[in-house]
C-alpha cells in the first residue's frame, strides 16, 4: 500500500522517488485529483540489486582437495562405527 505524494513534494523529492520506483517501491503522486503511480518501464529483478560480498574466514583453507580428505577420513570413521 502506498500514499501518493502532491506534485509539489514529488518535485522536490523527484530524484529519491525514482530511486524507490527503481528499488520496486510503490510511488504515486497526485495532480488535480489523479493519482499517478511511477513504474520503470522494465522491471528490475531482486537478484540483480544484490551486492557482492567477501566472505573470508581466518584460517581457513580454500584447497577442494585437503577438504575432500578431510571429508572423507570424517566419512570412514562414521562408517566404521556402523
Do not use: C
Amino acid at each position: 500500500m502506498y500514499v501518493p505524494v502532491n506534485i509539489t513534494q514529488f518535485r522536490r523529492n523527484l530524484f529519491q522517488l525514482a530511486d524507490q520506483a527503481l528499488q520496486g517501491q510503490p510511488v504515486a503522486f497526485i495532480h488535480k485529483g489523479v493519482i499517478f503511480r511511477v513504474v520503470p518501464e522494465t522491471p528490475t529483478s531482486k537478484l540483480s540489486r544484490l551486492t557482492h560480498e567477501t566472505v573470508v574466514a581466518p584460517g581457513a583453507s580454500l584447497d577442494t582437495t585437503t577438504l575432500l580428505k578431510e571429508m572423507e577420513i570424517e566419512w570412514e570413521k562414521d562408517w566404521s562405527e556402523i
